[in-house]
């Protein structure tokens, strides 16, 4: 059977004063399966959240049927409107007191009820749900009916009954008010209520039940009363006033119990259920309620909340040489050394082992709450000192602000305990923010990665073919793979957007095997319609730096056709970078891509710090002249002088040549004069999917390229050397 000890995450470490774990849970369940009363508690909402065996019995329901329903489950159709009313006072702070009522149970038959309210608050007295406490007082209805005519149930009712004059003198009490309270008649004769008062116990229920009790004739509610030894005690309390037959006032009988067990366990039960037993701290329940409170507050006084996330250095070291029972003690003590270094209406909760959150509004920029996270590391490292041991800790935190980072409360604290955990990673004994311009960029690369796994599994990327051309002749010499991705919301990427942020990152490498795949399909398609030239992929450097990729290269190369590997058709185009930090290395991966049938091109040739030691060391065929260059040299002297370069040093070290990024004739002209042959650019083509690719192909060979050689040159008007 679930009832409320269900509910409660009781810590490994957690206990009653005096009891072990298991013994506080047994306890426990014990208090409340052995209650008579329906205990029920509800969250402001009128949500049920606790429910006891005796509220099953009481109406039916198991709680695994009732909890997280309404509480109008429970109502008359009549009724439903006390519910607002019962809010509307909890909301005021005010214990409603116990009132008789109607309650529906689940078969839809009703019953008369006494039902005591009282607001649950927290340490801070925020109000933060209810509790009810339910009685079935059909048979004391019954008992006040018979009252008059039987004094056999008088005397012997389990409940205290007490007969008092028109002016609230004790006439005549019960059996049972004398076990109860311990009073004799003889003590209380003559004697009124004041004779109980007790110090619990707040004047506004006395004087709302003798308001009751003089308009309507009857009032009920829970008192805090005093037994004759001096204890204080609960009572349910319920007075009538019966009048004398001619109407005029006569005598009041006022009937209570001793729910002082009852009340006593209720009060355990909220506390166990938001606090934290070991440390007295607020429990994560309770965290999660006061940082929901305290995110609506700053939003209405555009406040700022510090959500800190700390964590213990070396606790469990304590925990394994010295045994729980010395932890236990550390923890309390570093608990009650936090919480004195903290103001009233901060909050600090224990959610783990040696995990604590501290929750800090504040208005006057960061001072306010990094001054407290301070005072707590300094505190933190005084030794703790439990029977005879001492104990030095540290302590680690993680922080970040809202609003700030305006996430929602479970972000919040999963980006104060990502914070804390670059503390650890930093040295232990230290702060650190969260950075929430990071955490975006991060979050950014890793949709962008779902995305692109998505897109490879949904077929959403693409290649385009852009040609590369010998002006002197004409002849398609080569083309480009570029890929693309059509985006189903954003439309055609390109590489820039979707490739750069992800280039050192695992996933480049599917993408790269993904676009030397479908480039060697269209490498297999030109060859069966006769064209065989290369074609040349991108490869990131981490791929390419991949101590597999060779031997999977390898793999894929040898399941396809022989003449890709014979002809060398697969082109791989490097670009300079500091990963490549070890050209030795570099080069013996392109000797083995090489002996397989790859070649090589070194992309953007001239654009970095290194260029003329990559020319030296690695075995690229083929150089390609930054676009940078050929869009600057018509108009830079500059420019010109480093286009002659590089094709000067190409033909010392016996390469080809490639110009990327022309477009105009006058470029094109410019580069034949200066002994460059091929190029590859708007000037010849924009990048192309692979079918319009074939057609410019085959137009190309039948239509232009015969139209170009007729002038002698893919440029009309450029001159041969």
Not at 208 to 224: I, N, P, R, T, Y
Not at 585 to 598: F, K, R, T, Y
Not at 621 to 639: P, V, Y
Not at 666 to 688: E, F, S
Request: with cysteine; proline share 3%; hydrophobic share 40%.
């Amino acid at each position: 059977m679930k009832n409320y000890s269900d509910h409660l995450e009781i810590e490994k470490n957690e206990r009653l004063p005096g009891f072990t774990p298991e013994a506080s849970f047994e306890f426990l369940q014990s208090l409340v399966n052995g209650s008579n009363d329906a205990i029920i508690s509800k969250s402001l909402d009128g949500k049920i959240t606790g429910w006891n065996p005796a509220a099953e019995r009481m109406f039916g329901y198991k709680s695994s049927e009732i909890l997280g329903q309404s509480v109008l489950k429970l109502f008359p159709d009549n009724l439903i409107g006390e519910e607002g009313k019962i809010i509307s006072r909890i909301m005021l702070g005010e214990q409603l007191q116990h009132y008789e009522t109607i309650r529906k149970r689940r078969d839809g038959s009703v019953f008369p009820a006494s039902v005591t309210v009282s607001p649950i608050v927290d340490k801070n007295n925020q109000i933060i749900g209810a509790s009810k406490i339910v009685r079935d007082v059909s048979l004391r209805r019954a008992l006040e009916d018979q009252m008059r005519l039987s004094a056999k149930v008088f005397e012997y009712a389990n409940e205290a009954i007490i007969v008092a004059d028109n002016d609230g003198k004790f006439i005549h009490v019960n059996k049972a008010f004398t076990e109860i309270t311990g009073y004799g008649l003889e003590d209380v004769i003559g004697k009124t209520p004041t004779l109980f008062k007790s110090s619990r116990q707040g004047p506004d229920v006395s004087v709302q039940m003798l308001a009751d009790l003089k308009s309507q004739g009857h009032c009920q509610g829970e008192v805090w009363s005093r037994r004759k030894t001096g204890e204080a005690f609960a009572a349910l309390v319920s007075v009538s006033r019966v009048d004398e037959q001619d109407g005029s006032p006569g005598r009041y009988i006022a009937m209570f119990a001793d729910i002082t067990t009852i009340r006593e366990q209720q009060e355990l039960l909220e506390r166990m259920a938001h606090y934290d037993l070991l440390t007295n701290l607020p429990n994560r329940i309770l965290l999660a309620e006061r940082l929901e409170q305290s995110i609506k507050k700053c939003d209405r006084h555009k406040a700022e909340l510090a959500v800190a996330y700390l964590d213990l250095d070396g606790f469990k070291e304590i925990n394994d040489k010295l045994g729980h029972s010395i932890g236990d003690e550390v923890l309390e003590a570093i608990g009650r050394r936090m919480s004195a270094t903290i103001r009233e209406t901060d909050t600090l909760a224990r959610i783990g082992g040696d995990e604590f959150v501290l929750l800090i509004e504040f208005e006057h920029g960061s001072e306010e709450y990094l001054t407290a996270l301070h005072r707590i590391l300094t505190v933190c490292k005084q030794a703790v000192i439990v029977d005879g041991v001492e104990v030095v800790l540290s302590v680690s935190g993680g922080v970040t602000v809202y609003p700030n980072d305006d996430a929602s409360p479970d972000l919040l604290l999963r980006h104060a305990d990502q914070a804390m955990y670059e503390a650890k990673q930093a040295g232990r004994d230290q702060i650190k923010c969260f950075d929430t311009k990071r955490d975006q960029r991060v979050q950014k690369t890793y949709s962008l990665i779902n995305g692109l796994s998505k897109a490879i599994e949904n077929d959403e990327l693409f290649l385009e073919f852009q040609p590369k051309v010998d002006v002197t002749n004409g002849d398609i010499i080569g083309a480009e793979a570029l890929i693309r991705w059509a985006h189903p919301e954003r439309g055609t990427l390109y590489p820039n957007e979707f490739i750069r942020p992800i280039e050192d990152l695992p996933i480049i490498d599917t993408v790269g095997y993904w676009v030397i795949e479908k480039t060697l399909n269209l490498l297999e398609r030109l060859q069966a319609v006769g064209y065989e030239f290369p074609i040349s992929v991108n490869i990131a450097p981490r791929h390419f730096l991949e101590k597999d990729f060779p031997e999977t290269l390898r793999d894929i190369l040898n399941s396809r056709k022989k003449f890709i590997i014979e002809k060398r058709l697969l082109e791989i185009e490097i670009i300079e970078t500091q990963k490549f930090f070890d050209l030795s290395s570099v080069s013996n991966i392109m000797h083995s891509c090489s002996e397989m049938g790859a070649r090589f091109s070194l992309d953007d040739f001239g654009t970095g710090y290194s260029s003329l030691l990559y020319l030296k060391e690695l075995p690229a065929e083929t150089l390609k002249i930054d676009r940078s260059f050929i869009t600057g040299m018509n108009e830079s002297q500059n420019d010109l002088l480093i286009v002659k370069a590089i094709l000067g040093l190409a033909s010392a070290f016996n390469r080809e040549v490639i110009a990327e990024g022309v477009e105009t004739y006058d470029q094109a002209n410019l580069l034949v004069n200066l002994g460059c042959r091929v190029i590859q650019g708007y000037g010849i083509a924009k990048p192309m999917p692979e079918d319009k690719f074939e057609q410019w192909c085959k137009e190309w060979n039948n239509r232009q390229q015969s139209l170009l050689l007729d002038k002698g040159l893919a440029f009309p008007g450029i001159t041969l050397p």
